[in-house]
Each structure stands twice: as structure tokens, then as C-alpha cells.
């Protein structure tokens, strides 16, 4: 037995190195090496050998991971070095002001460096490391006192239990924020709405709540992830800057986040500033605004701290992204399906430099589950640039005047009695020649998702629909400039524009035509696998309903659904029509020049490319008939790497992926 044992304690030894190690690789640097089952084995094997011998279990074993019976309440924890708040400024100027402080300060007139980073919207904690091993961890608390909530950090998988390397800092206090990202935040309110329990109103206070918990096994279930972004002593580190501390925490295996940046003066500050502003909406975690902080770690110390705020650093906030207002009225709006969407009609209120005076609110559940009434005062949040929403209506406020918000019987557009399918959130006009429903179709036709024919916005399509100029998607065909010079609003060049953009569109790929159509259940995917397949409109106009199903991707509902819309009639008059007044797709290209350059190539793009935006690349690699990635995987056959390439690359390399720069990338399509 005492051997047995003795095995099992060098065997949990390895184990729990090897799964740290595989936990950092996945959790910290999106960069796993092995396969989730193979993690699961070792896990597996680890709780085995734990459940045999209960005693050799550790506080840094990835089985504490899992939390642990629910306690009574959090003990108090005392900060050693008390956590600091941040001052804020709320505009570029402010920041100016900012530099003239510490220089005054300073009394100097030497260039100050900074490091400015995404400031999260979560929660501070504190982790203190004991020769490597994560003993304790608080929440901020009043500054000086937070609670313990050890046990639920632990169950945070980018939190690491022991820190990485050979010679762990006998002490080491690590500041950082706890927070939930959108896409776990968005799956959990999900999967509580459908379990009838209420919903967070944002990741913040899903993240606040998920923290507090005292039973940690329900933490544990909680999509928590963490950034460390300081320490409550510099010299618990001997680093020089706060750049170099950061990347010391990264190689202690803490978290750190890759959108901070080194700036040698402000100028840069106010750049990524702007950079960060630009790239909010496509982050995975809700951000309000940037910190910056002196980088020299001696001039953080002349400085010092005034009484709650560090006089070295500061948070340059975002404009808000959510305000209250009243909810006036809800319209019904008729979708190119026949949906029925309610509308917020909203008293007009600026959030993030954006007057607002709608919202979407999705279909009759939406309502009934927020509770909303005419009337109600409403918190709105517009993020980035999705349609504004409301979270929720503030019924501390309500003065009983309120009413419910009645659904529609009929059409609002047609007068067509409304009907709601089996298992549809959706009301739906059923009428095939509702006037809402064919503006909303020529709208699709020509926006972003359709034939993007620049010009022909939804205002335009709009008046053009009412002055009966443009009917049925090929009338847009056979629009002349003079006709659209006359018109209200439209200039020469205007017109000129607009005929010069349908000319373009007649010969957008098959792919876009289709996706433009609106055809159930066929989007700019399904639309792009089509066109893969078949080529030309004639090809799939003869596809039976057996050839559309081999295609990788289309199911049975699609595949009849395509049948369906080119079987009817008056489908194939329209296509007749668009053929005559020109309607080519794909025509630039003959189909008889054999495959296409990239045909079969599947390219993954990462870090900054200098000659051409994202978008650009992938439009020419498409057009050479590859395909974009956007992760890796065995299917990627090659990666080009633009300016700092991040992560991708090693892994690349790993799996012998053919990677390219940005000259290689030129030669391929040239
Ligand atoms: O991301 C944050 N919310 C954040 C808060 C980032 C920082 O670098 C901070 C902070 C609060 C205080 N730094 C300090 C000193």
C-alpha cells in the first residue's frame, strides 16, 4: 500500500503539472496542444487516484476547480496595500490635462512613456501567490477590506492555482478583473430564460453575481474569465516599468490582456485610444473606456497616490452606451417574411453620440418577459453598432398610468388577418402581396446582405417603392438616371451614382444574387455553398431536390425550401426578366477558364496587413475561388501573417500549415 501510495503521489505530481500546463495553454493563451478528450483522460486520472487516496490532494489540484459546499458567508480579508480606484477623464482633452499634472508634478519636462489597456468591465479582485500557490483571493471591497472568495476564483480556469516557472516570487499580489464574456453572458441568459429564471441585465452584474455566490459550484458553472493587469507592490517583482511587469505576470502564467500597449508619448495614448473606441464592438467582453498609466515604475512612486485614486494612472471613459428614457408608444413593423416585430417608439435620448428613438423588442415574448408598458421610464443600451435595445423598464418609477402594449390582430401594412405558426415567437402576415413585406424584400434586395448596390438605401428604396417606380426586383434594372435626377432629393451625380451601381451589380456572383433573393432559409452561407456547387443559375435552376441534398450543408428543410421558390411561376418570370434586362451573375468571369487559382485553398488570416484591410483580402481570395477561415484548423492549408501575427503562428507551425507573409500572400493571388 505505502508504495502504491507513493506511486500515486508522483503520478498526481505529473498530472497536475500536465494539466496546468494544458489549462494555461487553453484558458489563458488560446493556444490548447492537445485534443479536450485527451485532457478529459488526464482528468479523469487524476480524480481517480484523488478518490483513492483523499489525502494526497492538494490545494493547487485542478479538482478544487469544481467548488465546494456552500458557506455560511465571506470572512473579511484585509488588503495589505489598499486597492486603489481611478480617477476619470472623459475626453481627449482631459487626457492632455492629465500629462500637464504629472508634469507639473513632476517639475520636469522630460518625454512621459505610458501603458494604456481595454479597461474591463468586471470586477477587481485581488490573488495573493505563496511561493507559486494561490492561497487566497478578495474582492475589492471598500479599498482596505474585501471578502474572501478563495474558493470561488478557483473555479475561474484562467486563474492559475500554482504560477508558472522555477522561482516563484515568495510573495506575490495580483490585481486584476474578474469578467464574463458576451458570448457566455449571451448563452447563460439563454439557458436561464428557458429555465424561467431571471436574466442578468449585463455581464457585469452576471459576473458580480456569479462572484458572490457562497456556494462555488454554481460559480464554477458560470463562464467567469479574468485579466491581471498590476500588483500591490511593485517590488514584489524588481521590474523597472509597468510594461515589463505585465509581461513578467504573462510569464508567471497570469492573464494578460494583448490589447494593452506600450506609448511613448501621449499622441500614441490617444491613438489606441481611438483604436480601442473603433474595436469595442467586436470584443468578446464589454469594455468602458481605456486606463493609462505612467510606465516607468519610479515615477509611479514619486507620484503617489492621492486619497482613493493613484496619481499615476487614469480611466479615459467611453461615452456611455446606455441611458433611460420614456417608452412612448410600440409600432408594428411587417418584415420581407411577413414577421411582425414590435418597435419601441421611444421620447429621443443620446447614448454614445447617437440620438436614439427606437428600439427593437423582438416579438410579444420579449415584452411579456421585460414586463415593458407604454409609458414605462426604460434603460436603453446601444452597443457598438447593433439596433438599440431596452434592458429593461425601471418599475420603481411607474405612477400606475402605464398600459400593456396590445399585439396586432391584422396586418398594420395590408389589413390581412395575423397568424402565429406552431412553436414561432413570430406573428406573421400571410399575405403574398402585402406592399410591407414587398418593400422590405426590394430593401434586402439591394442593403449589405443583398446585391449592396450603394445608393439604394432603404430610404431610397422606400420612395422609389412609393412612386411606384420600382415594384418588383427587376424594375430596379431598369432604372434610368433621368427618371431618379426628377426625383425629390436626387442630384445628377446622385442618379448618375446609383444606375453606375445597379450596372455593377448585374454581374455580383451567383452567391450574392441568391443571398439577395430573400429565399427561406437561404443566407450568404447556404447562398455561398450554392454557388460552390452549381456555378450558374441555369445549373441550379435544374437541380432536383436529391442533387441540392448531397451538397455539404443543406438539409432537408433548405433543399425544399430552394425547390419551393424556383418551382413557383412567378419566380421564373422574375428570373426570365432580370436575364433580359441584363442580370448576368458571375459573368466577368468565362465559365469554360477551368478552376480557379485558389480553388480548393483555405487561407486564415492573422495580425495587421499593410496593403490591404481584411475585408479586401478575403473579397480577393474569394474571388479566386478560395475559401477564408476564421480559425485554425486541419482544413487551413495556408496562413498569412500580417503585421504581429499573435498566437496563430506557432500552432501553424505545429500542424504544418504553409505560411505565408504579406509579400508571399501577394505572389499567391498575383
Ligand atoms: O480594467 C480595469 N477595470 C482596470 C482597473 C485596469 C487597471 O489597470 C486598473 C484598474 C483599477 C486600478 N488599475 C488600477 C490601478
Given at each position: 500500500?505505502?508504495?502504491?501510495?507513493?506511486?500515486?503521489?508522483?503520478?498526481?505530481?505529473?498530472?497536475?503539472?500536465?494539466?496546468?500546463?494544458?489549462?494555461?495553454?487553453?484558458?489563458?493563451?488560446?493556444?490548447?496542444?492537445?485534443?479536450?478528450?485527451?485532457y478529459d483522460r488526464l482528468f479523469r486520472e487524476l480524480l481517480e487516484l484523488e478518490e483513492k487516496f483523499p489525502e494526497?490532494?492538494?490545494?493547487?489540484?485542478?479538482?478544487?476547480?469544481?467548488?465546494?459546499?456552500?458557506?455560511?458567508?465571506?470572512?473579511?480579508?484585509?488588503?495589505?496595500?489598499?486597492?486603489?480606484?481611478?480617477?476619470?477623464?472623459?475626453?481627449?482633452?482631459?487626457?492632455?490635462?492629465?500629462?500637464?499634472?504629472?508634469?507639473?508634478?513632476?517639475?520636469?519636462?522630460?518625454?512621459?512613456?505610458?501603458?494604456?489597456?481595454?479597461?474591463?468591465?468586471?470586477?477587481?479582485?485581488?490573488?495573493?501567490?505563496?511561493?507559486?500557490?494561490?492561497?487566497?483571493?478578495?474582492?475589492?471591497?471598500?479599498?482596505?477590506?474585501?471578502?474572501d472568495i478563495t474558493r470561488n476564483l478557483k473555479t475561474i480556469a484562467a486563474i492559475p492555482l500554482r504560477l508558472q516557472?522555477?522561482?516563484?516570487?515568495?510573495?506575490?499580489?495580483?490585481?486584476?478583473?474578474?469578467?464574463?464574456?458576451?458570448?457566455?453572458?449571451?448563452?447563460?441568459?439563454?439557458?436561464?430564460?428557458?429555465?424561467?429564471?431571471?436574466?442578468?441585465?449585463?455581464?457585469?452584474?452576471?459576473?458580480?453575481?456569479?462572484?458572490?455566490?457562497?456556494?462555488?459550484?454554481?460559480?464554477?458553472?458560470?463562464?467567469?474569465?479574468?485579466?491581471?493587469?498590476?500588483?500591490?507592490?511593485?517590488?514584489?517583482?524588481?521590474?523597472?516599468?509597468?510594461?515589463?511587469?505585465?509581461?513578467?505576470?504573462?510569464?508567471?502564467?497570469?492573464?494578460?490582456?494583448?490589447?494593452?500597449?506600450?506609448?511613448?508619448?501621449?499622441?500614441?495614448?490617444?491613438?489606441?485610444?481611438?483604436?480601442?473606441?473603433?474595436?469595442?464592438?467586436?470584443?468578446?467582453?464589454?469594455?468602458?473606456?481605456?486606463?493609462?498609466?505612467?510606465?516607468?515604475?519610479?515615477?509611479?512612486?514619486?507620484?503617489?497616490?492621492?486619497?482613493?485614486?493613484?496619481?499615476?494612472?487614469?480611466?479615459?471613459?467611453?461615452?456611455?452606451?446606455?441611458?433611460?428614457?420614456?417608452?412612448?408608444?410600440?409600432?408594428?413593423?411587417?418584415?420581407?417574411?411577413?414577421?411582425?416585430?414590435?418597435?419601441?417608439?421611444?421620447?429621443?435620448?443620446?447614448?454614445?453620440?447617437?440620438?436614439?428613438?427606437?428600439?427593437?423588442?423582438?416579438?410579444?415574448?420579449?415584452?411579456?418577459?421585460?414586463?415593458?408598458?407604454?409609458?414605462?421610464?426604460?434603460?436603453?443600451?446601444?452597443?457598438?453598432?447593433?439596433?438599440?435595445?431596452?434592458?429593461?423598464?425601471?418599475?420603481?418609477?411607474?405612477?400606475?398610468?402605464?398600459?400593456?402594449?396590445?399585439?396586432?390582430?391584422?396586418?398594420?401594412?395590408?389589413?390581412?388577418?395575423?397568424?402565429?405558426?406552431?412553436?414561432?415567437?413570430?406573428?406573421?402576415?400571410?399575405?403574398?402581396?402585402?406592399?410591407?413585406?414587398?418593400?422590405?424584400?426590394?430593401?434586402?434586395?439591394?442593403?449589405?446582405?443583398?446585391?449592396?448596390?450603394?445608393?439604394?438605401?432603404?430610404?431610397?428604396?422606400?420612395?422609389?417603392?412609393?412612386?411606384?417606380?420600382?415594384?418588383?426586383?427587376?424594375?430596379?434594372?431598369?432604372?434610368?438616371?433621368?427618371?431618379?435626377?426628377?426625383?425629390?432629393?436626387?442630384?445628377?451625380?446622385?442618379?448618375?451614382?446609383?444606375?453606375?451601381?445597379?450596372?455593377?451589380?448585374?454581374?455580383?456572383s451567383l452567391a450574392r444574387l441568391l443571398s439577395a433573393l430573400g429565399i427561406r432559409h437561404v443566407g450568404e452561407v447556404?447562398?455561398?455553398?450554392?454557388?460552390?456547387?452549381?456555378?450558374?443559375?441555369?445549373?441550379?435552376?435544374?437541380?432536383?431536390?436529391?442533387?441540392?441534398?448531397?451538397?455539404?450543408?443543406?438539409?432537408?428543410?433548405?433543399?425544399?425550401?430552394?425547390?419551393?421558390?424556383?418551382?413557383?411561376?412567378?419566380?421564373?418570370?422574375?428570373?426570365?426578366?432580370?436575364?433580359?434586362?441584363?442580370?448576368?451573375?458571375?459573368?466577368?468571369?468565362?465559365?469554360?477558364?477551368?478552376?480557379?487559382?485558389?480553388?480548393?485553398?483555405?487561407?486564415?488570416?492573422?495580425?495587421?496587413?499593410?496593403?490591404?484591410?481584411?475585408?479586401?483580402?478575403?473579397?480577393?481570395?474569394?474571388?479566386?475561388?478560395?475559401?477564408?477561415?476564421?480559425?485554425?484548423?486541419?482544413?487551413?492549408?495556408?496562413?498569412?501573417?500580417?503585421?504581429?501575427?499573435?498566437?496563430?503562428?506557432?500552432?501553424?507551425?505545429?500542424?504544418?500549415?504553409?505560411?505565408?507573409?504579406?509579400?508571399?500572400?501577394?505572389?499567391?493571388?498575383?
Open positions: 500500500m505505502a508504495a502504491e501510495r507513493e506511486a500515486a503521489r508522483k503520478r498526481l505530481k505529473v498530472l497536475r503539472e500536465e494539466l496546468g500546463y494544458h489549462a494555461h495553454r487553453y484558458y489563458v493563451l488560446d493556444q490548447p496542444v492537445i485534443a479536450d478528450v485527451e494526497l490532494v492538494t490545494d493547487d489540484s485542478p479538482s478544487q476547480r469544481v467548488g465546494g459546499a456552500p458557506l455560511e458567508k465571506f470572512a473579511g480579508v484585509q488588503h495589505r496595500h489598499a486597492m486603489l480606484s481611478l480617477e476619470n477623464a472623459f475626453s481627449e482633452a482631459e487626457l492632455r490635462d492629465f500629462e500637464e499634472r504629472l508634469l507639473r508634478f513632476l517639475k520636469d519636462t522630460a518625454r512621459l512613456a505610458y501603458v494604456a489597456e481595454p479597461k474591463m468591465d468586471g470586477l477587481a479582485v485581488e490573488l495573493v501567490y505563496e511561493n507559486g500557490l494561490f492561497v487566497r483571493g478578495s474582492t475589492r471591497g471598500d479599498g482596505r477590506t474585501g471578502e516557472g522555477e522561482n516563484p516570487p515568495a510573495l506575490l499580489e495580483v490585481r486584476g478583473e474578474v469578467f464574463m464574456g458576451s458570448a457566455g453572458f449571451k448563452k447563460m441568459n439563454e439557458e436561464r430564460a428557458a429555465a424561467g429564471e431571471p436574466l442578468f441585465a449585463n455581464p457585469r452584474n452576471a459576473a458580480a453575481g456569479s462572484l458572490r455566490q457562497l456556494d462555488s459550484r454554481l460559480t464554477a458553472r458560470r463562464p467567469l474569465d479574468f485579466y491581471a493587469y498590476g500588483i500591490s507592490d511593485p517590488a514584489q517583482l524588481a521590474c523597472a516599468t509597468q510594461h515589463e511587469l505585465l509581461a513578467r505576470l504573462g510569464g508567471l502564467g497570469l492573464k494578460v490582456n494583448p490589447l494593452v500597449r506600450f506609448c511613448p508619448v501621449l499622441d500614441e495614448v490617444i491613438a489606441h485610444y481611438r483604436y480601442l473606441l473603433e474595436v469595442r464592438a467586436g470584443l468578446d467582453y464589454e469594455i468602458d473606456g481605456m486606463v493609462v498609466k505612467v510606465n516607468s515604475l519610479a515615477l509611479q512612486a514619486r507620484l503617489g497616490n492621492k486619497a482613493r485614486t493613484p496619481r499615476w494612472a487614469i480611466a479615459c471613459k467611453f461615452p456611455a452606451s446606455q441611458a433611460t428614457t420614456r417608452l412612448l408608444a410600440v409600432d408594428f413593423q411587417v418584415g420581407r417574411t411577413g414577421a411582425v416585430t414590435p418597435v419601441a417608439i421611444l421620447a429621443p435620448v443620446a447614448i454614445g453620440g447617437v440620438t436614439v428613438s427606437r428600439a427593437t423588442l423582438h416579438n410579444e415574448e420579449e415584452i411579456k418577459r421585460k414586463d415593458l408598458r407604454i409609458g414605462d421610464r426604460v434603460l436603453v443600451q446601444r452597443a457598438g453598432d447593433v439596433i438599440p435595445e431596452i434592458v429593461q423598464p425601471i418599475a420603481d418609477l411607474r405612477t400606475g398610468g402605464e398600459k400593456p402594449v396590445a399585439m396586432p390582430s391584422h396586418c398594420p401594412s395590408c389589413g390581412h388577418t395575423l397568424v402565429r405558426e406552431e412553436g414561432e415567437a413570430a406573428l406573421r402576415c400571410v399575405n403574398a402581396h402585402c406592399p410591407a413585406q414587398r418593400l422590405r424584400s426590394l430593401m434586402h434586395f439591394t442593403g449589405k446582405t443583398g446585391m449592396d448596390i450603394e445608393g439604394l438605401g432603404k430610404k431610397a428604396m422606400a420612395q422609389l417603392f412609393a412612386e411606384k417606380l420600382v415594384e418588383d426586383i427587376p424594375d430596379i434594372f431598369a432604372l434610368q438616371a433621368e427618371t431618379l435626377a426628377g426625383l425629390d432629393g436626387w442630384a445628377r451625380k446622385s442618379a448618375e451614382n446609383a444606375v453606375a451601381a445597379i450596372a455593377a451589380s448585374r454581374n455580383a447556404t447562398a455561398a455553398l450554392l454557388e460552390e456547387r452549381f456555378q450558374t443559375m441555369e445549373r441550379l435552376l435544374a437541380a432536383s431536390l436529391e442533387e441540392l441534398l448531397t451538397v455539404e450543408g443543406i438539409g432537408e428543410q433548405v433543399a425544399a425550401s430552394i425547390r419551393d421558390y424556383f418551382g413557383d411561376p412567378a419566380v421564373q418570370q422574375m428570373l426570365a426578366r432580370l436575364r433580359q434586362l441584363g442580370v448576368a451573375p458571375g459573368k466577368t468571369r468565362a465559365a469554360d477558364q477551368g478552376p480557379l487559382p485558389l480553388q480548393g485553398a483555405v487561407l486564415l488570416f492573422t495580425g495587421t496587413l499593410v496593403s490591404f484591410s481584411r475585408d479586401e483580402a478575403k473579397e480577393i481570395v474569394k474571388k479566386l475561388g478560395g475559401q477564408v477561415s476564421s480559425s485554425l484548423s486541419r482544413k487551413v492549408t495556408h496562413l498569412v501573417c500580417g503585421d504581429k501575427p499573435g498566437s496563430k503562428l506557432q500552432k501553424a507551425e505545429e500542424l504544418g500549415i504553409t505560411i505565408l507573409d504579406e509579400k508571399g500572400f501577394q505572389q499567391l493571388i498575383s
